[in-house]
């Protein structure tokens, strides 16, 4: 695949999203419910603590939920469109991604890729319907590149393998379940960097960090992102269709309400579609049809 990276022109237009914000559990949409239950305690280290009719809740040790399952056995795989391109769990420690680089390997899992992005080293795989994963620690943030350096330039390294399991090469067994698992980031197939930008900067509140002609890196609080966009689909790639696998919906988590009010009136400014459910939560679509939840933290 050619890559370009050649920055867009574009303006900020500041900081709205509130310091201390941050993503909650993603929900895939999987064939085999009882499958990919499996799967993600044998792999990756989650368990479901809740079910609900054909939907899943999956959490690490803590019972934090990060991924949430939801069966449609007549869902098609998805293609050539807008989508999920992975969902970023992100562990506490090297330690606990050597235990989770072990976990894979007893499982047989089939890897993508094995990246060092000097911010993070992330290890990728699809789950058994495809939907793509990427399990990443973070470096130690004094060791990061500045937040602006374009990450095709700078160039991705391979993990040291070697290096990665020796964390854990100490005689003690992997334990079942992972530890201390969040949402790092989301990474998005969408059809146009500029109306991406648009969208996701201009009007939900992101701190842009990185923006290129295929690809587009935000965040909040200075982070190397909690948000990625790209077009590697193609340009005016369509949006995500129904009964596909993939994405059902992603989560932000923000300090409180007084963010989602402000949000809520920026959506109402730009004349975007939105809901306030009972509970409080914002839901609304990116132009791509991709479904996002907003939420106060407990």
Known sequence: METSTTATTS??????????????????????????????????GLAAVARDGNVAQLAAQDGRVVIELEEHPDARPAGRHSGLYHVALLYPTRVELSHQLRRIAAAGAPVQGLSDHHTHEAIY????????????????????????TDPFKLGIAPIDVDSLLAETD??????????????????????????????????????????????????VDGYHHHLAFNTWKGEGAAPVPENVTGMAHWTLLLPDAAGIDALESRLSAAGTQHARRDDGTLVLRDPWNMELHVAARD
């Open 11 to 44: 303006t900020t237009t500041g900081h709205l999203l509130p310091s201390g914000t941050t993503l909650g559990a993603t929900r895939l949409v999987v064939t085999n419910l009882e499958r990919s239950i499996e799967w993600y305690r044998r792999t990756i």
């Open 125 to 148: 795989l699809p789950d058994p319907d495809g939907n793509g994963l990427e399990l990443a620690a973070d470096r130690p943030r004094d060791q990061w590149p500045p937040n602006d």
């Open 170 to 219: 100490t005689g003690t067994d992997t334990p079942e379940l992972a530890n201390g698992v969040v949402t790092g980031h989301l990474h998005l197939h969408v059809g146009n960097i500029d109306e991406a930008v648009a969208f996701w900067r201009d009007v939900v509140g992101f701190e842009p960090q990185v923006l290129l002609d295929v690809a587009g890196f935000v965040s």
